[in-house]
T-cell receptor
């Protein structure tokens, strides 16, 4: 158990809908990262927050947004969902800003039908 | 032991063999590198890491080698066991204009037969 908690584990929704994925980092970790994993693209970095502020941005679509709250948990919002958004979404956390190992949650499997 | 060329997606070995998984990284400014293991249905798990001021680091049954000249990283697993079967990812701490992030490679699936 990495100490990173993601909910829900599975999510099934329809095209055009909006969903929210939730992540609680390990106790004491200030950074939260979101990654998308699909079969053909591997692990794609989406976005990082450090202590409530956006720290780094990857290939995150404009339809996606995230935030980190004062209690350090984070939410990833996915809107106007398309079939191609079906993937495994991972949250990870670390103590500092960069250059250290990340601890991953067990992921949320999103299926868009 | 057997090794896999860069970007090859699969490696099959016999139990007890040594395995070598290779990885090319893209950013010469990357200063930290890490290997993860991902088992089916689980999130990636940390194996070993190395900073750019080193060229070799050893853990329990694993060794990471870093060649900055050719931007190459490898993971060596000694006496491979069936429990080592998983997908292995290398990642680099890569700075760019949008910030610094841990960027993952495509992954190599290691299959260990007994």
């Amino acid at each position: 158990d990495s100490g990173v908690t993601q909910t829900p584990k599975h999510l099934i929704t329809a095209t055009g809908q909006r969903v929210t994925l939730r992540c609680s980092p390990r106790s004491g970790d200030l950074s939260v990262y979101w990654y998308q994993q699909s079969l053909d693209q591997g692990l794609q970095f989406l976005i990082q927050y450090y202590n409530g502020e956006e720290r780094a941005k990857g290939n995150i679509l404009e339809r996606f947004s995230a935030q980190q709250f004062p209690d350090l948990h984070s939410e990833l919002n996915l809107s106007s969902l398309e079939l191609g958004d079906s993937a495994l979404y991972f949250c990870a956390s670390s103590v500092g800003m960069e250059g250290e190992k990340l601890f991953f949650g067990s992921g949320t499997q999103l299926s868009v039908l | 032991g057997e090794s896999v060329g860069l970007h090859l997606p699969t490696l099959s070995v016999q139990e007890g063999d040594n395995s070598i998984i290779n990885c090319a990284y893209s950013n010469s400014a990357s200063d930290y590198f890490i290997w993860y293991k991902q088992e089916s249905g689980k999130g990636p798990q940390f194996i070993i890491d190395i900073r750019s001021n080193m060229d070799k680091r050893q853990g329990q049954r694993v060794t990471v080698l870093l060649n900055k000249t050719v931007k190459h990283l490898s993971l060596q697993i000694a006496a491979t066991q069936p429990g080592d079967s998983a997908v292995y990812f290398c990642a680099e701490n890569s700075p760019n204009q949008a910030g610094t992030a841990l960027i993952f490679g495509k992954g190599t699936t290691l299959s260990v037969s007994s």
